[in-house]
């Protein structure tokens, strides 16, 4: 089968064990699947969008509602944005949308939402991004402004700390603190291989102010995400003499943006991927996160970040079946989805703040990434029941 064979493809060396994890986490649901595969949403909006716009945005390249999460930025401070950028690129701020409205859809299917509740949020959330880019102000998502389930969001963060952080993430054993491979969150490596990871890594601990006087516990391989999931990554547990803390970093392969299909714009030329997912995401953050560096271990190249308790996302069941929660979710996301592509307008050659504001002012486009984002939900539908069978 056609389907079967580009799921294949693009998951071609996967190792088994996650193979099977892999598989199983795409099975449990239409959303699951969808956040899965985003290179089949870029082929198809490739396929089935024709209107041929000059408007250049930078966009995350998989801005699908549960790509939205919270961490500490550089000041030490915690706010709500984009946090995933592992697929973006310069192409159509259609596209974007696009993969935002679909995902809504998706979700709404599962919780069996009405027609006209739905229909009304696809029309407040494109009112909501449309609306924010003609303000022109790029704002933020932060706990002293926050309102309703963001409130309620934000207030559970206050009650993390790291110390049941790495409690939860970790094991005693024969008085040493290792990380708990249960198959969970985390797998067990081979010695050999956490030596090369602490030698690798040692020049980097050692130039960065943050990790001072840091040493390596142990080493494991990070079993997160959905879409990367299979990709090499890795999570590292570091003791600061210094502060006398735990930290955790996760380590994470890049590859090359799946959303290449949908632009022929020329593109800013990077180092490496792992420059291009931090520089997009320093671009459209408001505040990026605290530490978060491109970094060659071997010959592939990584980003390497610190493991926040504050790091966390609105999950779709979260809502159980109530959709009018989640639509005054979506209808936020939309506006920091706006304020991303205001904030990196213009740099690296995409379209200008002036552009973007006059490209939000017609309705045309905003009929038809409606009505295709419609059409895109019904594929992931069908893709999901031949992928299950």
Not at 62 to 69: C, Q, R, T, W
Not at 359 to 369: E, I, S, T
């Amino acid at each position: 089968m056609a389907l079967i064979k580009k799921i294949n493809q693009y998951n071609t060396g996967i190792p088994a064990a996650l193979h099977d994890i892999k598989w199983a986490k795409m099975r449990k649901s239409p959303f699951d699947f969808y956040r899965a595969t985003c290179f089949l949403f870029a082929d198809d909006f490739a396929k089935y969008y024709k209107t041929k716009t000059k408007i250049k945005s930078w966009i995350c390249g998989d801005a699908h509602l549960e790509n939205f999460g919270s961490y500490k930025g550089q000041d030490r401070q915690i706010y709500f944005d984009l946090n995933d950028f592992d697929e973006a690129i310069i192409a159509s701020p259609e596209a974007e949308i696009a993969r935002f409205l679909t995902s809504v859809l998706v979700a709404a299917a599962q919780m069996n939402a009405p027609y006209v509740k739905l229909h009304k949020a696809l029309h407040d959330i494109m009112e909501a991004y449309t609306g924010a880019i003609t303000a022109r102000k790029a704002m933020l998502m932060q706990p002293a402004i926050a309102k309703g389930e963001f409130r309620h969001f934000f207030e559970s963060m206050s009650t993390l700390d790291r110390n049941s952080f790495i409690q939860q993430r970790t094991k005693k054993q024969k008085g040493t603190l290792l990380i708990n491979t249960d198959g969970t969150r985390y797998s067990p490596l081979d010695e050999a291989r956490k030596l090369e990871l602490y030698e690798s890594l040692a020049p980097l601990l050692k130039a960065h102010p943050a990790f001072a006087e840091m040493v390596f516990e142990d080493a494991a391989f990070r079993i997160a995400g959905t879409g990367s999931l299979g990709l090499n990554r890795y999570a590292a547990l570091l003791f600061s003499r210094k502060k006398g803390k735990h930290y955790m970093l996760d380590i994470k392969a890049t590859r090359t943006s799946c959303n290449s299909v949908l632009t022929t714009f020329k593109q800013p030329k990077f180092k490496n991927e792992a420059e291009r997912i931090i520089s997009a995401g320093y671009l459209m953050q408001y505040s990026a996160p605290a530490f978060m560096v491109p970094y060659k271990i071997a010959d592939q190249w990584y980003v390497v970040k610190e493991l926040q308790p504050t790091n966390d996302k609105i999950a779709v069941s979260t809502f159980n079946s109530d959709f009018s929660r989640l639509a005054e979710v979506v209808i936020e996301m939309a506006k920091l989805l706006a304020y991303a592509h205001l904030r990196s307008s213009g740099n690296f050659g995409a379209s200008t703040a002036d552009e973007l504001v006059k490209f939000a002012g017609k309705k045309q486009w905003q009929k038809d990434v409606i009505e295709l984002s419609g059409t895109l939900a019904k594929k992931n539908d069908q893709y999901y029941k031949t992928f299950s069978k």
